[in-house]
């Protein structure tokens, strides 16, 4: 995958305050703020920076922990995982995989069939409803 690498100034004139936040500075929306936490449409979800593809409404579910929920990435190269130190605690951040921009958490505690809860940042996805599941 072909990697975007842009300035911070590129970032801030291509993204709101609220992306750039979370995509760039590795921020959090509150729980159960995000506009995509509800959502129950068929599509796909896509980087709010670079519009790389990175999850599939299929894969969503409701973990009830405030945000919008996936058990796998729609391609295994879709996202990149870093470990995370912040805030006194060790867990695995979930980044995009052609911006880097962060997207979330990853967590060992989803259902089937991977066991993973990727737990992600509305404001880091746009949402791109489909017609059919081919």
């Known amino acids: 995958m072909e990697k975007i690498t842009k300035t911070d100034e ?4 291509e993204l709101t305050p609220e992306q750039y936040r979370i995509l760039r500075e590795k921020g959090t ?15 796909k979800y896509t980087c709010a ?10 894969t969503k579910f409701d973990s009830g922990c405030g945000w919008p ?5 729609i391609r295994k190269d879709a996202v990149n995982y870093h470990m995370d130190k912040s805030f ?8 995009c995989g052609q911006c880097e921009g962060h997207l979330g958490h990853v967590f060992h505690d989803g259902p089937p069939p991977t066991g993973e809860r990727f737990c992600m940042n509305s404001g880091a996805l746009k949402f791109t409803p489909l017609s059919d599941r081919s």
């Open 29 to 43: 929306e509150r729980a159960w703020t995000g506009d995509l936490l509800e959502n129950k449409e068929y599509g």
């Open 69 to 73: 929920s996936f058990f796998a990435p």
């Open 88 to 95: 006194g605690m060790i867990r695995t951040e979930v980044t």
């Open 10 to 13: 590129e970032w801030k004139k």
């Open 49 to 58: 920076g670079c519009g790389n593809d990175l999850f599939i409404s299929d």
